[in-house]
C-alpha cells in the first residue's frame, strides 16, 4: 500500500516540515517550532500561526497540519481551525491527499476529506482504497470486503478477499486466492486469475504465474513472460528492478536486463537516479545522527538507529548503472538541492545530482544543501560553503548549531535556543525556542 499512515509512533519518528501546496499553506513560508514540549507554527516575521500547544506538528504535502495532542491524531488548517478533530489514534493520508482515513479508540475507521467533511461513518474494521474524488472506498467488514459509494452504499455486489489502493485507477483485489483488478466503479476489470499482483504503473503491473513474476497491460495482455523470482520495484522512467534468470537488475519495456546489479538493494528510479545498498565491511557499532542533522532535514526528533544497517553502504546509480554516488560511504542521505551529503571515517562532504561535483569528506558535522549553501562545522566553528565546497561565509562564533537554509532564512542554535538568521547575518528572529524545523513555502518539496 503507498498509503501513508500517521500513527503516535510514526509522529515522533517524522516530524517533518515536508513540502506544501493549495490554498491553505502556500500563502506565505511557515515552520514547526518547540518549546515547553510543545509545538507551534510561525511564519517568517515569528508571528503564531498556530499557538504552542501540541506535542507533534506534521505539515502535510496536501496543505493540512497533522497533529498529535496526548495520544490523539487531528488535522487542522493553518490557523489552527479543525478539518479533522483530534479525538482519533491514527490517520491514513492516500498519495493524493484528497481524503483521511481515521480510526478510533475502538479500532473503528472511518474518512474525512480534505475539506473536513464526514464522507465516511465509523463503521469499517479496514479501509485502503479510496479515489481522488472520494465516491468510491474499499472497505472491510468482519472478513468480507467491498467497495462501497460515500454514502455507505454498495458499488455492484462482488465481495472479495481483499481490496487494495487504487493505483492509476485500478486496484489490486483478491478473489477466492487468486489476485486480479477493479476499477474505480467497483467493477472487475481484469478477472482474478494470478498467484500474486502489483499495483500498474504507467501501463504495466506486475503478476505472478506458476511460481514467477512476468507484466501485464490493462487489457491482461501478457507482455513480458513471467520468468522473474522477484519483483522490487514495477516500472518507473522506463526500468523495472527485477531478479531475473540472469541476475539481478533493472530491466526495459521488453524485459531485457539492461543494467545488471547484484546489489543488496536496488530502488526505483527517480529523476534519472536509483538508491542501491551494499552490503560491506561489517561495523560493530551505531551511527546515530545529532539532533542539528535532524533539524537540517526539517524534522524535529532524533531519527531511528536503523535508518541505515551499519553494516550497509549506500549509494547512487544513474541510468547508465554509473554510480554517481558511490557506495563506498559509511553513509549517504538522501538529495536536497542537488547534492547527497556523504559520510566517510566519521567527516562528512557532498556529491552533486550528477556525479560531476564531489566535496571531499572533511567536515566534523554538515547540514543538507538548501539555496544553494550547506551548514558546515570545523573545530567547533560554523561556516556556509557553496555546492563547490568553497566556503562564503563565516558563521558568528557564538552559532553552537545550524540547520538547512530555506525561504531565505538559517535555522541557528545560539546559547541552547534556537531562532532563525537572514541571507545578511542578521538575527530576525531571536533565538527562544528549544527546536525548530525549516521554513517551507514550495509545493511538493
Not at 403 to 417: D, F, Q, T
Request: glycine share 12%.
Amino acid at each position: 500500500m503507498n498509503v501513508r499512515k500517521i500513527s503516535l509512533s510514526l509522529l515522533v519518528a517524522i516530524m517533518s516540515c515536508l513540502g506544501i501546496e493549495g490554498d491553505l499553506l502556500q500563502a506565505e513560508p511557515l515552520a514547526v517550532v518547540q518549546d515547553n514540549d510543545l509545538c507551534g507554527i510561525i511564519d517568517n516575521k515569528g508571528k503564531f500561526l498556530v499557538p504552542l500547544g501540541y506535542e507533534q506538528i506534521v505539515p502535510w504535502e496536501n496543505g493540512a497540519l497533522i497533529v498529535k495532542k496526548g495520544e490523539l491524531c487531528g488535522v487542522l488548517r493553518r490557523d489552527g481551525r479543525e478539518i479533522v478533530p483530534v479525538k482519533y489514534i491514527s490517520i491514513l493520508i492516500p498519495n493524493h491527499g484528497n481524503t483521511y482515513l481515521v480510526e478510533d479508540n475502538e479500532a473503528h475507521w472511518g474518512a474525512y476529506s480534505s475539506e473536513g467533511e464526514v464522507v465516511l461513518p465509523m463503521v469499517y474494521d479496514e479501509i485502503t482504497a479510496v479515489t481522488k474524488s472520494n465516491d468510491c472506498f474499499g472497505v472491510r467488514q468482519g472478513a468480507a470486503w467491498r467497495f462501497v459509494h460515500r454514502d455507505g452504499s454498495s458499488w455492484g455486489t462482488e465481495v472479495f478477499d481483499y481490496i487494495g489502493e487504487f493505483g492509476d485507477e485500478l486496484a489490486v483485489v483478491k478473489q477466492q486466492d487468486k489476485w486480479g483488478y477493479a476499477t474505480d466503479k467497483g467493477e472487475i476489470a481484469l478477472t482474478p486469475q494470478y498467484e500474486g499482483a502489483q499495483n500498474f504503473s504507467g501501463d504495466y503491473a506486475a503478476v505472478k504465474k506458476q511460481g514467477k513474476w512476468g507484466f501485464i497491460n490493462r487489457q491482461g495482455i501478457m507482455k513480458i513472460q513471467p520468468q522473474f523470482r522477484e519483483v522490487y520495484s514495477g516500472f518507473s522512467e522506463g526500468l523495472a528492478a527485477v531478479q531475473a534468470p540472469t541476475g539481478k537488475g533493472y530491466i526495459d519495456r521488453q524485459g531485457n536486463l539492461l543494467l545488471p546489479r547484484d546489489s543488496r538493494y536496488i530502488g526505483p528510479f527517480k529523476d534519472g537516479v536509483a538508491e542501491i545498498h551494499e552490503v560491506k565491511k561489517k561495523l560493530n557499532v551505531w551511527k546515530t545522527l545529532a539532533y542539528g542533522a535532524s533539524v537540517a532535514m526539517g524534522s524535529i526528533g532524533l531519527p531511528s538507529k536503523n535508518t541505515l544497517k551499519s553494516s550497509e553502504k549506500r549509494g547512487y546509480i544513474n541510468r547508465r548503472g554509473e554510480e554517481i554516488v558511490a557506495t563506498s560511504y559509511d553513509e549517504v542521505l538522501p538529495f536536497a538541492d542537488g547534492m547527497s551529503l556523504v559520510r566517510k571515517d566519521k567527516k562528512w562532504g557532498a556529491v552533486s545530482f550528477d556525479g560531476k561535483t564531489t566535496i571531499r569528506p572533511q567536515f566534523d558535522e554538515m547540514r543538507p544543501f538548501g539555496e544553494g549553501v550547506a551548514a558546515v562545522c570545523r573545530e567547533k566553528r560554523w561556516q556556509l560553503i557553496d555546492k563547490n565546497g568553497q566556503v562564503i561565509e563565516e558563521l558568528p562564533p557564538e552559532v553552537t548549531d545550524t540547520g538547512v537554509r530555506s525561504a531565505g532564512l538559517l535555522p541557528v542554535c545560539i546559547s541552547g535556543k534556537w531562532g532563525y538568521m537572514n541571507k545578511a547575518g542578521e538575527i530576525v528572529i531571536s533565538p527562544r525556542f528549544r527546536q525548530v524545523g525549516i521554513f517551507t513555502d514550495e509545493p511538493g518539496r
